[in-house]
């Protein structure tokens, strides 16, 4: 990736769960090791905003969507380490 590059990053949650919670700490620690600045992290709960899920295509939480640089990569699911990272495309 460019220097001046950012991965845009969205992470689709259900509400405030312990499972969102840990999916939302690993990909920001993946984010910060890996990327270190060179992202930018959107969290999205499908509950307060539906319209920005059904946007997206995300049909089941958590969804790890990389918007950008292209191609768009999802991930659905149990977010471990691995998946995570082939999410980032990494």
Do not use: K
């Not at 509400?15 to 920001?28: D, P």
């Not at 995300?58 to 918007?67: C, D, K, N």
Request: glycine fraction near 6%; proline fraction near 4%.
């Amino acid at each position: 990736m460019a220097d001046e590059e950012i991965m845009l990053v969205e992470l689709f949650v259900q509400g405030q769960s312990a499972y969102s919670a840990a999916a939302l700490e690993r990909v920001r620690r993946i984010c910060e090791t890996e990327l270190r600045r060179a992202y930018r992290l959107e969290v999205i709960d499908v509950h307060q905003n539906p319209e920005r899920a059904t946007l997206a295509g995300v049909i089941a939480t958590p969804a790890l969507v990389r918007s950008s640089p292209g191609p768009v990569l999802r991930t659905i699911g149990r977010l471990s380490d691995e998946r995570v990272r082939e999410g980032l495309g990494l």
